[in-house]
């Protein structure tokens, strides 16, 4: 059903690919499209609240060369940084099943074999956390998610050699109620880059 705001658009409706730069050091595991922002425009994170929200942090930490995503061909890059999620699909009430979850890995699982580079993964919430422990889980890389507690600004060094980065999701539930505000945001980004630039 689309919002009146967007009854002119026509909607991409179907699974959004992940965005950036292949050879990024820093990854965003993100939740799932949303409803009337990348289920409608196509690209993660754009054309919605959270993206509002994120992208000017991801442009005052140097991975955007804009503040702005808007659309597709709005001419947003990234640098030095990929988003992708753990479903493909704008779900139901914006909580996607374990079966959706499960479906989708095996996507994931390509994709971010195909990203040779990253060094640091910044999980946005709860569920894009458990995505990147379950895809390291298929690789028998870990045997147990009990060591790892989600919560903002928590930091694992992961037996695959990356960093993984907690941060509560922009959604406009966390970022309206000061759950998670901007400065807190932009902590997390700077902290991710510092790591993405430390010689190994």
């Known amino acids: 059903m689309k919002r009146r705001a967007y009854l002119g658009c026509e909607y991409w409706g179907k699974p959004v690919p992940g965005f950036g730069d292949p050879h990024a050091r820093v990854l965003i595991m993100g939740l799932a499209p949303g409803a009337h922002g990348s289920n409608r425009t196509g690209r993660p994170f754009t054309g919605d609240a959270s993206g509002k929200f994120m992208y000017p942090v991801l442009y005052e930490t140097g991975f955007a060369n804009q503040a702005t995503a808007t659309d597709r061909n709005d001419g947003l890059t990234l640098r030095n ?25 095996h996507f994931l699982d390509r994709e971010l074999a195909g990203l040779k580079d990253v060094k640091v993964v910044v999980a946005l919430g709860k569920i894009g956390f458990e995505a990147y422990l379950n895809f390291l889980k298929r ?17 694992y060094q992961m037996p695959d050699g990356n960093v993984l980065l907690a941060s509560y999701h922009p959604s406009n539930q966390n970022t309206q109620t000061g759950k998670l505000t901007r400065k807190m945001f932009v902590e997390i980004f700077q902290e991710a880059a510092r790591i993405a630039d430390r010689e190994v």
């Open 81 to 105: 940084l990929y988003i992708t999620a753990a479903v493909r699909c704008a779900p139901p009430d914006n909580k996607p099943l374990p079966e959706e979850l499960a479906e989708c890995s």
């Open 139 to 155: 690789r028998g890389l870990v045997v147990s998610k009990k060591g790892y507690v989600f919560k903002h600004g928590a930091s």
